[in-house]
């Protein structure tokens, strides 16, 4: 069956500290992946999605920056983290089309002080 | 207009009532229609599928109209462990095309 994992579960972090998030998905080959972020009360936003390696769409303009080395692992990243960039960041899956779902990791509280 | 709107609530029922939640969207490309629910903190879940024949499952009985461009959940006999955000999630053509709704809160009181 197929799994993600995501961590770290939670993370202070100073301002203009640099941030690496990670995600890896298991029992599926070529997902789509992506990473959301949903501030506190807010609605899910799509931060980046890839559709194979080295291959990242980004839908916001931001600080931060996605990479898919591998298959089944998908980064994000930022050199310097402002204080709008807390949040809980969600990684997901899903088939090529979609149209069976997403399947979320079970996210990163990321607080930047 | 919103791509995908929804009834922010909160809605607060009794336990045992029954509830329904709305959602709308606006591209009528759109191909897959998804109710996912999401607990306080946590990562969201998907709870089911909607067809367009609608499906149920258990207390949860989903409905798309295409004609209106919406979709519908109805929880019966609601329980304590129902209360969360649930989500109305619609698909268009390719996996990065899925637009998830704000969210609805629901409290079930006992």
């Known amino acids: 069956s197929q799994t993600i994992h995501q961590w770290p579960a939670t993370l202070v972090q100073p301002v203009g500290s640099p941030l690496s998030l990670e995600c890896t998905v298991e029992g599926t080959s070529n997902p789509n992946l992506y990473w959301y972020r949903q501030a506190a009360g807010r609605g899910l936003q799509l931060l980046f999605y890839?559709?194979?390696?080295?291959?990242i769409s980004s839908e916001v303009p931001q600080n931060l920056s996605a990479s898919r080395p591998q298959d089944r692992q998908f980064i994000l990243s930022s050199k310097k983290l402002l204080l709008s960039d807390s949040g809980f960041y969600l990684c997901?899956?899903?088939?090529?089309?979609?149209?069976?779902?997403?399947?979320f990791g079970s996210g990163t509280r990321l607080t930047v002080v | 207009r919103k791509e995908v709107e929804q009834d922010p609530g909160p809605f607060n029922v009794p336990e045992g009532a029954t509830v329904a939640f709305n959602c709308t969207y606006s591209n009528s490309a759109s191909q897959s229609f998804f109710w996912y629910r999401q607990d306080c903190r946590k990562e969201p879940k998907l709870l089911m599928s909607?067809?367009?024949s609608g499906n149920e499952d258990g207390r949860f009985t989903a409905q798309l109209n295409r004609a209106s461009q919406y979709i519908s959940l109805l929880i019966r006999d609601s329980k304590l462990s129902d209360s969360a955000t649930y989500l109305c999630?619609?698909?268009?053509?390719?996996?990065?095309?899925?637009?998830f709704g704000a969210g609805t809160r629901l409290f079930v009181k006992a």
């Open positions: 909607v067809y367009s």
């Open positions: 999630v619609v698909n268009g053509t390719g996996g990065f095309k899925t637009i």
């Open positions: 997901a899956w899903s088939g090529r089309q979609g149209h069976y779902g997403y399947t």
């Open positions: 890839s559709v194979g390696i080295g291959q």
